[in-house]
């Protein structure tokens, strides 16, 4: 009997309690074993589970292919930047700027949504990449005639979270231990995390969660069962965009500093290409793909020059450029040969081995 | 005259209309479906008929007429309304939500009937509980219903032929429709999935519904249907008692036409 095994015939509570001592010792463990660099990457990684888990309510679950996700994650990033920073003096508690910023983005993704209800495939990915474009381009040149968003140069000195009166930017002492900065960072952002992730996997589960799958899979016959696909297509993507405008709020006042250059095209096709890699519309599968997709790819940057440097005397190639190409080839390799993803829904699995 | 009263209308189809570019899919078409009756459709390939229902159902906008529907107008181009106000169909090529199970196809059809919305979902709220309950019973009813209970937990894409037919049947029940409108149900089936489809149609009359039946096996649609209307070239030639249209010469012509391509 493997671990894997063993762990999932234990009692339903042992496995919670195993599981919560794991998430809250983690971060100890790589702070202790690899330093804050490593840390920090864990934080992002954070961020990346909730954007990808709000695009794969568009993408996987109603089957919608949104190339321009990213601009949802501007949107709630500039909200905290605005309200949160010396730009316009604001100064809003954490607990306020979040939801309105979710709002922010909801609302956007209602108006991004609207008028690509008609379109789908390719034609809706060319309309949705268009929008993030704009958004970006958007926040680049609102910095006349009226000072909005600051231009390229970016919002900076914006407030860290404050909670119950301690910034997460600084070191707590609890108990005569010190917990640092980062690692309360990431406990915040593991429990925003894992609310996104119940919300998803109720919504799936959900009368809501049908009709998007309906959707995705035969649009004609939805609507013929009654279902307003217009209205629960626009349910997806203000649901989705919502999830990027609370992971936008939780960047900015995690790096303390906005610019467009965040939210280019890239950025997009990275949260994409970890839903699609983890497994379109599986919960756990998109959580591993954005797990996967944060963590590769800096292992890749601190990695390649040392491990070059020891194997052949000296770095042949530029670890940047290195890291894209395995990066390239690793995701090539996982479509020729997982194409439902790393980890998709056993049931559709089954269906793939049985033919 | 008759003595009886006639059963009161449940849909009239007034002068329908409906052209692709050039091709005259339906020309002033016009019938009248009366409660509690299985109403036939047919017709030579090409007549119309799937065209008729997809007009019907909204999911092609109608050029020309009106459809009057349990007293009321149907709405245009909005196919999820014309369910709501009670019409359910299958499809002519079986159209089921493939990678979703059987209950879970049958669980959509109960969408429109049903109303917790995002925040019931995602808090599990009570009420989202029980509808969810409910929802869930009323699928596994239904499948029991079309006989294919055995079946709830597969994927609706390893169900047999006969089987996905039937499921697309339980699914537009979930609807709760008053009208159930059936393209070509027997399509594809071997002798003994005919025979169990006709029971099935029958007992659907027997419990109340209305059904609008296009078929192509004459046998089941003579033996089962209280009246019939013939399409042909988009018009209807015919619209009678199932003997007397055996009997009417333009229904044997457009046939026998075909029958000679
Ligand atoms: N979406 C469409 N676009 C263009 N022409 C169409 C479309 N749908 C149907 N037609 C044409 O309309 C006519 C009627 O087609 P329809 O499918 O309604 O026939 P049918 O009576 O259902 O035939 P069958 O018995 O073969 O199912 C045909 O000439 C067909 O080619
Ligand atoms: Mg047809």
Known sequence: MNAGMLFTRMPRKVQLALAVIALAGLPFMVGAGLGNTWLRVLDFALLYVMLALGLNIVVGFAGLLDLGYIA??????????????????????????????????????????????????????????????????FMNNLNAPVNITNGPKGIASIDPIQIGGHALSQPLEIFGVTV??????????????????????????????????????????????????????????????????LAGGLFASFQ??????????????????????????????????????????EAFRHGAGPVQQAVFGQVLMDPENLRMLLFGIALVAVMLYRPSGLWPDPRHRQEFNAR | ????????????????????????????????????????????????????????????????????????????????????????????????????????????????????????????????????????????????????????????KNLSYGDQRRLEIARALATEPQLLALDEPAAGMNATETGALRALIARLRDDGFTVLLIEHDIKLVMGLCDRIAVLD?????????????????????????????
């Open chain 2, 1 to 156: 005259m008759t003595a009886l009263p006639l059963p009161l209308p449940l849909l009239e189809a007034r002068n329908i209309g409906k052209r692709f570019g050039g091709v005259r899919a339906l020309q002033d078409v016009s019938l009248t479906i009366r409660r509690g009756e299985i109403y036939g459709l047919i017709g030579p390939n090409g007549a119309g008929k799937t065209t008729f229902f997809n007009v019907l159902t909204g999911l092609y906008p109608r050029d020309e007429g009106e459809v009057i529907f349990a007293g009321a107008p149907l709405p245009l181009g909005e196919p999820y309304r014309v369910a709501q106000a009670g019409i359910a169909r299958t499809f002519q090529n079986i159209r089921l939500f493939a990678n979703m199970s059987a209950r879970e196809n049958v669980m959509v059809g109960c969408h429109a009937r049903s109303k917790v919305g995002v925040a019931g979902a995602v808090l599990r709220s009570r009420a989202q509980r029980e509808e969810e309950a409910a929802i869930r019973r009323r699928a596994d009813e239904l499948l029991a219903y079309v006989g294919i209970n055995a079946r709830a937990g597969d994927l609706a």
């Open chain 1, 256 to 297: 303390e500093f906005v610019s467009p250059e965040s939210f280019s095209l890239m950025e997009s096709i990275m949260v994409l290409c970890m839903v699609v890699l983890g497994g379109m519309g599986h919960i756990p599968g998109v959580i591993l793909g954005a797990l996967v997709l944060t963590v590769l790819p």
């Open chain 1, 72 to 137: 949802f994650y501007a949107v709630g990033a500039y909200v905290y930047a605005l309200l949160a920073s010396p730009q316009f003096g604001l100064h809003w508690p954490v607990w306020a700027i979040l939801p309105v910023g979710a709002l922010a983005a909801c609302g956007f993704g209602v108006v991004l949504g609207a008028p690509t209800l008609r379109l789908r495939g390719d034609y809706l990915a060319i309309v949705t990449l268009g929008f993030g474009e704009i958004v970006r381009i």
């Open chain 2, 233 to 261: 070239y988009g018009r209807k030639i015919a619209d009678d008692v199932p003997a007397e249209v055996q009997r009417n010469p333009h229904v044997i012509e457009a046939y026998l036409g075909v029958v000679h391509e």
């Open chain 1, 180 to 245: 640092p900065a980062l690692v309360l960072t990431y406990y915040f952002f593991l429990a925003l995390a894992l609310l996104v992730m119940l919300a998803g996997l109720r919504l799936q589960d959900s009368r809501i969660g049908r009709a998007w799958a309906a959707i995705r899979e035969d649009e004609m016959a939805a609507k013929a069962c009654g279902i307003n696909t217009r209205n629960v297509k626009l349910l997806a993507f203000a649901m989705g965009a919502s999830f990027g405008g």
